[in-house]
Structure formats: structure tokens, C-alpha cells
């Protein structure tokens, strides 16, 4: 019997610039030229099928003036796209076209085409750079900061994936002004989360400015932008792993992904957030974590911001309660749950520890009530 | 416009042990007893549906013997399992049998499961810890170092995987005893690669001691098990992301991986790499990198372990050109080929570049004369 150890350790550095602004296009190109992902030049944008016309096909053509190989990958838009399958079409779809380990994806869309072009990148011949071009306030939110990417099963969303860095991310906030209302509100939901889990300033912002926030004012727009990338990038830089702190960013998301499933995708992700963080604060309040006034004001600014904050009828809540399991966070067959602890703090159940067990008569019980 | 730089620079230590020996079920669960994957007691063992009688079924029940949750997960034996299916199909057994990011995977088997184990590991929950207990010649080779995993697709092998590397890898030889004679056989071309690339003293060994090898002889099979470890891990420690010197692993894998594909695999994956040796061997010696007689005793050793040295008549040429451009070292739509620099050594086209590029005409004329 012999060992041979296999020595590995070695510095990484994963680190990458976020651009917040408008109409950031030419600058992005102006960056490519400036060797941001070295000396690289076929590109495959990938999009769906409602950003192409508004926003890939402009980056496409840009791409393609500025001399660069590149080819254009569209799939139906929507979360129900976020699958395996999709992953695989895209994939053959740019072997087919010849691209091979010496190419960069840039993935202009919202969370659901950054999500998963950053997952293709991550595994198209064992890794290529891949940039994301963020155009909706969810993916500014919640997409462009932290590194992860997946894609949804059958069984439960956004379980099969990776940790896998962009080379950059561009927030361009000129693209919020043609994102149907539905979806600008569907993305507030994750702005909200922000403030409640991290600063009672920012709620109090929110709460202030909802009326500009909803009409596109620019300077509410890039203060939000800004906020949100900040407070993300503040957890994920202490646990880019999700070892622990980094599950803080999972209020409201416990019941809120597993309302989503339930629903079949008819709810937005940020509309079934914004129900979720209603259960969590309902549960938070029960526990004692937060105060009253504190759940109302939290209720109080989801639906100033036009969210839903209470579960559908059609949802049948024995299966919510089953699908509450599927979650990551799930240990040893038991619910965990981030709590609101007041506005602007999360409950440490533990040091380090951040998610605490719930049992499921109590998660039921607050499930029932809504 | 504004700007934030997410800092992401850290280190990080892959390192992890070879063990090489005999029946090494008990090690296995003695290390894990002792803290390999921490905590985790939930396990995912994969195999396929040869291996599993032969050896997943004693390690999955030593693994409920010791207490520990433990599932088998099965797959059809072969390289055309080693698919973007296969890998879904098992993602969705795990999920449904409660697998979340709490678990580890077992890898039992040769090179297919532990590809194909070690990538569902690499996106399984964003990534969970995974050990690979190889039980052919060719994984104890070719798949227990390195740190690469993938899955096949029509277009090309081995496209769409990851970098992961394993907590621990145990290479058992009593297990090449149950080995069919082909797949030993088959097993040996990436042996002799191995020789052929870094290790003159090596080759001549092997061309002594096959007699010992091919009956299994205890002291020759731990000798080749420990050499094919210790020159592919200098290769693999001085380049883990495949950027440069790996390369030369891929020596016979250019014409060989095609061979592969095109044969829609009748040909196993060691056979079709010896024929690939011989084609590039002979390309070797067209560009007077290697004597004539260096060429003739490369030829001689593969046909001393049993291994093919000719292209099959039902391969029709013509397809196996044109499958070459989707290997992975085509550079701006250009072949390149790795070649022996006489025995033992491989050439350093450029300073840091082993791969060269070769004209398709003249890969045309080598592939032609076979």
C-alpha cells in the first residue's frame, strides 16, 4: 500500500468590477478592446427571446463592428427556460457553430439568462470567461453580485449549478425603462429583502421614494442599483461559499422558491419572494424576532411597491408545506429559516449560524394563516 | 455611472491523497470514521451496472454498517452512458431520495463513473464532495488525477464537464483481478502514453515486465499503478487548469478521441487512443521528431500489450478528418497535435506551447497511409 499526496493549494483571485449606469454598451465594447478578457475574440451573447430585439441584438451587431467573431443564442424567456434542457440546446447549438474553449459568453438579460448562461460557461469545455450584461432590476438586485448560477429540476429551483465568477457585470439601468411594469415590480421584491436584512436606512429610503422608484427616476434608479449591489456584495464577500453568513440572503426565499414551484411558474420570483418574506416576517414575529409595527411596515412597503404579500387561493398549501423540504438550506430532514431580526438585522441563531430549525407544525401553522 | 469591485481573491487548497493498494473497502471507511468529509453521513454511491456486483454493493453496505445514510445509484455500463442524460437522471434520483448539499458522492468504477460521478458532484447543490474509488487500470491512470470530469455529447467527448477535484481517490488493483481481458488491454494505452511522454526508463519496462502485467503480477501492477500516478501528477502540478504543459497528456487523443467518436464507440476508449499513438507517432516521424526505430518500438509495445494499431477498415476517413476539428485544442480553426520528441519526451513547439499546429492536408496523408 503506497500514498501520494497530490499538492493543490494555490491563490485565486476571482475578483471582477461592477459598471452601474447608462446605455453601457460602447463601454463595454471599449473594455473588450481593452483586453478584458484577454485576447479573446469570438463572442456568444446569449439572451431570450424578448431582450434580443430590445437589447442583444444592438450588442450582437456592436460585437460585430467592433471586428469580434459572434454568434447570437436566444431561447424562449421566462423561468420555465431555466432547465437542463436549455442548458443542452445552447450547448450543442455553439458546438455546432464551432466554438470550442477559446470563446466568451456575455449574457444580456435579466437573473434567469445570467443564472444560466454563467452555469453554460462554467461547464462549456470545462469553463470559459463569461461577462453579464445585466437589463432588468432583478438581476441588478440579485444576479450580477455572488457568483451563483443554476438552473431549476423538476424537484426544486436553482439545486443544480455553480459558484462560477463573471470576468464583469454591467448594470444598465436605461434598460429598466422598457421592463413591463410586472417585472419592475416583481424586482423591487429583492431590493426590499436587501433593506430588511441589512439596513433600516435603505427600508426607510424605500418607504420615502417608492412613488420615484416606480416612475424610473434616474436618481432614485442608481441609488437602488448601488444599494442593493453593496449590501449583496458585503455578504458574499465574507462567505462567497454560502458556508454560512452568505444564507442571510435567503429571507423570504424558504416559503417564496417553494410558493414559486407550487404556483408552476406563475408567479414571478420576486412576486413569490415578496409572499414569502411576508410568511417569514409572520414567523419572525411569532418568535418574537420582530415587533408588530415592524411586520406591518414590512407588509406595508411590499404592497406600496404593488407586491403581492398574501398566498393565492389556487396554492394548495399541503403541497407549499411539502415543497418547503426541498429547500438547500434543509439539514439532517429538517426546516431551517432566515428570520428578520426587527428591520435592517438578521437573527444569529448560533455564531455563524443564520438559518434556524423550524418545525413543520409551525411553518405549517403560518402557511394556513395567509 | 458608478463602479464597485467585488474582491474575490483567496486561497484555495485542493490537495488530496492517492492511496494505491489492495482491497481498500475498509481504508475507505476507516477515513471516512475519521473526518475525510467532516461531518456529512448522508452518501451517493455511483457506479454502473457491472461495477455495482463487483464492488458498490460491499461499500454501499459498509457504509450502512457503519451507521452511515447511504443510496446506490446505477447506470448502464459504457462510454455512451456518459451523457448529459445520465447525469440528469441521476441528479433527479438524488433530489427525489432527499439528496441535498449535505451529502457526498462515492464514485465506484473506471474512468466513465468517475467523470461522470465527479461532475454531478461539481454541480449537485452548487457542488458537494466527492472520493473516487477506481477499480480499472485505465481510472487508476487516467481518471484518479487530474481533477477533470465531463460528459460526452453527439458533437464531441468530453466538452461539457469541470475542473473538480476529489477529496480522496483510492486505487484498489485487486480489482483489475475481475477485469475482462479487453478492458486491460484497453487499459494499458494510457499507460504507455504515459511512458511515451515523460519517462524513457518507464517504457522499457513496461516492454520487459508485459508478460507480469498482463497476468496480473502484484509487484508490476502496483509499479505501473504508482508511475502512471506520479508522471501524470508532475504534469497536472505544474498546470491545473489545462493552459499549457497538460496539454501533453493529450498525446495520441487528438486522432484517437475522433477514432472514438467515429467508431460510435465500438472501439474502447484505450484502443482507439493506441491507434491514435501510432498516428501520431507516425506524424512524429514525418516531422523528424522521432527515428524510425523510436517509431517501430512505440508500434511494438502496443501490439505487445494487445492493443490495435491500425485504423479499422469501417472507419470511413474522410468523417474521422473532419471530426478532428472538435478537439478542444483547435485554436482559431486550426488542428494541433501533440508529438513525442523521441521517447520519453514530448516537443515544446513554442516556449510553453506542446501543442503544434498541423496542416489538415498533412493530418489527411498520415490518416490516409493507416
Redesign the interface.
Known sequence: ??????????????????????A?KDKLIDDLKEGLVGKIHKFAVITDSIVKELYADDIYNALKQAGYDAELFVFPEGEKSKT?KTK?DI??AM??K?F???CCIIAVGGGVVTDLAG?IA??????VPFINYATTILSAADAS?G??T?VD????TN?????N?PEKVYIDIETWNTLPKRQIVSGLAETIKHACIADKEFFNYLDEHMTEILTMDKIAC?HIA?TN??IK?NV??KD???TGLREVLNLGHTVGRAIETVSDYELMHGEAVSIGIVAEVNLAYRLSYVSDDERKAVIALLKKAGLPTEIPDYIDREALVKKL??D?K????KLRFVLQNGIGDIVEFEPGVFARPIEEDVAREIIMQM
Chains 1, 2 share one sequence.
Open positions: 500500500m503506497s500514498e501520494l499526496r497530490v499538492n493543490l493549494k494555490k491563490v485565486v483571485d476571482d475578483s471582477y468590477d461592477i459598471e452601474i449606469g447608462y453601457l437542463r443542452e450547448e450543442d458546438l455546432a464551432g470550442r474553449r477559446d452555469f462554467g461547464t462549456f469545455g470545462r469553463g453580485v457568483g451563483k443554476a429540476t423538476p424537484l426544486a439545486l443544480i449549478g455553480l459558484f465568477q442608481e448601488e449591489c453593496r456584495y458574499v464577500m462567497e461559499m454560502e423540504y426541498t438547500k434543509v439539514r439532517d430532514g
